[in-house]
């Protein structure tokens, strides 16, 4: 999980202004929050992703390190109130187009890890139907295969990311 996910929680660290030598703390906090509250992860919706949990848990964190950082204001409400909006992080929000790039290297480093575990002709398989668009027919000629085999060969590469990664990003 942190192999795959370090890379997205340290781009919302830098994207909420977490000064750079406190990203380290927030990260593992993040991860151990992660790993603690792993089992109690639930896609109970269409839309839940563990991406977005992560990303709940990240925000969490952010802010609760960036409140801890908040000294007490003296001076009155007024005072402390614009102390408290100081210390408060960007909202972290989904930000489609910057978080793409960050996305494209985790699904890359998914499929890097996933990769050894399938034999080539499986990989072939699934490389040619998802990522190269051909169709399971066209496949299945190439690699003398049947058609059943290349959509096995394909659902079960998928399982395994899926497995890795929680989700599949678009």
């Avoid at 960050?102 to 139907?129: K, V």
Wanted: hydrophobic share 40%; charged share 25%; aromatic share 8%.
């Amino acid at each position: 999980m942190v192999e795959l996910y370090a890379p997205l929680v340290l781009h919302w660290c830098r994207q909420a202004r977490v000064p750079q030598d406190e990203i380290p703390d927030i990260f593992q906090e993040v991860f151990a929050a992660a790993a603690r509250n792993l089992g109690s992860f639930q896609k109970k919706k269409p839309g839940d992703t563990f991406r977005g949990w992560l990303r709940t848990i990240a925000r969490n964190k952010i802010c609760d390190h960036f409140r801890q950082r908040t000294p007490r204001g003296i001076g009155g409400t007024e005072a402390r109130m614009h102390i408290e909006q100081l210390a408060e992080p960007p909202p972290l929000e989904e930000n489609p187009a910057a978080d793409r790039p960050i996305e494209a290297s985790l699904l890359s480093r998914a499929l890097e890890s996933a990769r050894p575990h399938f034999q080539e002709q499986t990989w072939r398989a699934f490389w040619r139907t998802v990522v190269d668009g051909q169709s399971a027919v066209d496949v299945a000629a190439e690699l003398s295969l049947s058609p059943g085999a290349v959509r096995v060969a394909k659902s079960r590469v998928l399982h395994r990311l899926r497995s890795d990664l929680g989700e599949l990003p678009d």
